[in-house]
């Protein structure tokens, strides 16, 4: 490999190794929103889905908050030996640790009144045991926010929460909530910690949300609405999710949207990250794969609301606090604008319908707002079929970047280090915003896959003047309730795995660069066609660390013999400080697990080099990442 040091290329945008956010597998409630109770506001379409009750308990319907109207009301059993109460399931149990402590919120009316508020196991001991109980006192004739904090003394993946009425009397309760204290920044309604620090982990450049298909939703009227996820979270009206129901075998009926984490928490989150935001909206069309049928598109007449929606939130995002959305935003705790740069406008359509649709929201974003880059979508589709004609309908709306999704068996990766050699320099960029290869018929995170990934992104990299940005997905999946894999990081209730994905990513992430260097392997340019000799390759300069970046991928079942020079530098300067960062695993089928998380991490040893030459070897199916400083 000769890498010409003295021909710095391409910027590599600060955006090009990033993570896309969707509510699949249980990706927010029941993950990464860290609300423990299920149907807190008592409105999924059977009104006590995940919610038992025993003695004295009716709905009612005339609550606090006009989009949530339910509530319960517990009256006394009417025996002084029996109970009223009603026990909420979580999400497959609800998790709690030793020592933590965690918030019990209630909106709740009552004269004089007391609940008792317990984590139970009814389960594991063949009868019930309180864990932990508080008695809490409600004593207002209107409704009001109580709030008591439980500290469990064990640690226990499938507890319940249990709320009874002890005392003589009515009480009403409304939006019942447990969360942990301790929540990513120790936010009320926040972020589960350890979920929220593996996507920081990567050190993400972008982050799209809220999806993929459920932007979409089922049908129209289920497209996730922002405008209906910010404000208060009381009052934010409970959406269904089009992830409900993927195969036969894989259906969750109580699978829906609380939007108690939105777009005000999703800004949020970027922020956090330090990446940039790129929301999604939808262009007037259901899921393709749901329903296509040409009643279920809006018409192009009458996209006037959608398109209203999408400029709105460019203003909920940067608007001044003097303005509508820009005033929301700020009353939310965020008076800063989020300085949001990119929008996304529909996802995977690949029908003509699309184009004409994306045309009048590309019109009305360039007037209001000329500096937002907005993002179209292209294929390839399921059977990895590009659409030949939709690149050209970009290139004619004049989208600044086109989304492109890649869900591909090995052989697709293994041949596609060189999809983008050859993409036109002139028309928009590419956002390949879905990747994961599906290897050998089995859709999960073995090894093999995330070497595969690895080699395709040098074919990304190499080619950073027209690749901007590149996130894997789906990101999360609860290991009991996923309906797609594979995925970035799986969870339980107490515990998570980052995949050796993840550590694709993050290698990527952490080693991104500023510039791309030329690089030829047997003196001719490096292709990603195959690799050479199964070899892939590709190389950086990062300006801050005034580092030389070389990423190798071996994707046979041989060692190989590497001789890396830097060319083009002074004779007396010789580079310093070698790292060697390398991934590999002897199973090509092995991958990492919530019982054996560290099976398959990277491996960092310190190299010397020569003369500005490096020689070594390459062990079989490895990554390796050989990082000099001038
Ligand atoms: O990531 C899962 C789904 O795959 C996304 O929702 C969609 O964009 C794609 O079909």
């Given at each position: 490999l000769t890498v010409q040091t003295n021909k710095i290329g391409a910027e590599i945008q600060p955006t090009m190794y990033g993570h896309f956010f969707e509510d699949i597998n249980f990706g927010a409630d029941g993950g990464l929103y860290a609300e423990l109770v299920k149907n807190r506001s008592f409105e999924f379409p059977q009104n006590l889905m995940g919610w038992d009750t025993f003695g004295n308990v009716t709905l009612q319907d005339d609550g606090p908050f006009e989009r949530n109207p339910h509530y319960v009301r517990l009256a006394a059993p009417g025996h002084p030996h029996k109970r009223t109460g009603i026990e909420n399931e979580g999400f497959f149990g609800i998790g709690i640790k030793s020592g933590e402590p965690y918030r019990f919120t209630v909106w709740a009316r009552g004269e004089n009144q007391k609940i008792r508020v317990e984590l139970i196991d009814n389960a594991s001991m063949g009868e019930t045991q309180v864990i932990t109980a508080k008695d809490l006192n409600i004593n207002s004739k209107e409704w009001k926010k109580y709030q008591v904090v439980l500290t469990p003394n064990v640690t226990f993946a499938k507890a319940h929460l249990r709320i009874f009425l002890d005392s003589p009397g009515t009480?009403?309760?409304?939006?019942?909530?447990?969360?942990?204290?301790?929540?990513?920044?120790?936010?009320?309604?926040?972020?589960r910690k350890d979920l929220v620090q593996a996507l920081a982990d990567t050190k993400p450049g972008v982050f799209r949300f809220p999806g993929?298909?459920?932007?979409?939703?089922?049908?129209?009227?289920?497209?996730?609405?922002?405008?209906?996820?910010?404000?208060?979270?009381?009052?934010?009206?409970?959406?269904?999710?089009?992830?409900?129901?993927?195969?036969?075998?894989?259906?969750?009926?109580?699978?829906?949207?609380?939007?108690g984490m939105g777009f005000f928490e999703l800004f949020l989150l970027a922020e956090d990250l330090g990446a940039e935001p790129l929301p999604v909206v939808n262009c007037g069309l259901a899921c393709q794969y749901q329903n296509n049928s040409p009643e279920a598109h809006v018409k192009?007449?009458?996209?006037?609301?959608?398109?209203?929606?999408a400029l709105d939130l460019i203003e909920f995002a940067n608007g001044d606090t003097n303005t509508k959305w820009g005033k929301l935003r700020a009353d939310m705790g965020h008076p800063d604008p989020f300085n949001l740069k990119f929008i996304g406008v529909g996802n995977e359509q690949w029908g003509p319908e699309y184009p004409e649709r994306l045309k009048p929201f590309v019109e009305a974003i360039r007037k209001a707002y000329p500096d937002i880059k907005i993002i179209g979508s292209s294929g390839p589709n399921s059977e990895g079929k590009d659409f030949d004609y939709l690149w050209p309908e970009m290139k004619k709306l004049k989208v600044d970047l086109v989304d492109e999704h890649f869900y591909r068996p090995e052989d697709w990766f293994l041949k596609s280090g060189s999809r983008y050699d050859?993409?036109?320099?002139?028309?928009?960029?590419?956002f390949a915003g879905e990747y994961a290869c599906h290897g050998r018929g089995k859709k999960w995170n073995h090894f093999h896959a995330s070497l595969l990934?690895?080699?395709?992104?040098?074919?990304?990299?190499?080619?950073?003047?027209?690749?901007?940005?590149?996130?894997?997905?789906?990101?999360l999946a609860h290991v009991e309730g996923w309906q797609w894999r594979p995925d970035l990081i799986w969870f339980d209730n107490l515990r998570s795995v980052r995949t050796?994905?993840?550590?694709?990513?993050?290698?990527?992430?952490?080693?991104?660069?500023?510039?791309?260097?030329?690089?030829?392997?047997?003196?001719?340019?490096?292709?990603?066609?195959?690799?050479?000799?199964g070899l892939f390759a590709s190389a950086v300069w990062d300006e801050p660390t005034q580092s030389y970046i070389v990423k190798v991928v071996n994707t046979s079942d041989k060692a190989q013999q590497l001789n890396v020079e830097f060319a083009g530098m002074k004779k007396s300067f010789q580079l310093t400080d070698g790292k060697c960062i390398t991934l590999h695993c002897d199973n090509p089928d092995a991958e990492n697990t919530l019982d054996e998380p560290d099976r398959i991490v990277p491996k960092e040893t310190s190299i010397g080099i020569e003369g500005n030459t490096l020689d070594t070897q390459i062990g079989p199916m490895t990554f390796a990442v050989y990082k000099f400083v001038k």
């Open positions: 009480v009403d309760l409304e939006h019942v909530s447990l969360f942990p204290v301790n929540t990513w920044k120790n936010r009320e309604n926040g972020l993929g298909c459920i932007v979409e939703g089922t049908d129209i009227d289920d497209r996730y609405q922002w405008k209906n996820s910010v404000g208060p979270v009381e009052n934010r009206p409970l959406n269904s999710n089009r992830w409900e129901y993927t195969f036969p075998h894989r259906f969750y009926p109580d699978y829906f949207q609380s939007y192009v007449e009458d996209l006037g609301s959608y398109i209203q929606d050859n993409y036109d320099r002139k028309g928009p960029k590419v990934e690895a080699a395709f992104l040098t074919g990304v990299e190499r080619n950073a003047d027209v690749v901007h940005m590149a996130t894997y997905a789906p990101l050796c994905s993840w550590y694709v990513q993050s290698i990527y992430g952490h080693n991104a660069g500023s510039n791309v260097v030329p690089l030829t392997m047997d003196k001719k340019p490096v292709s990603g066609q195959e690799g050479q000799n």
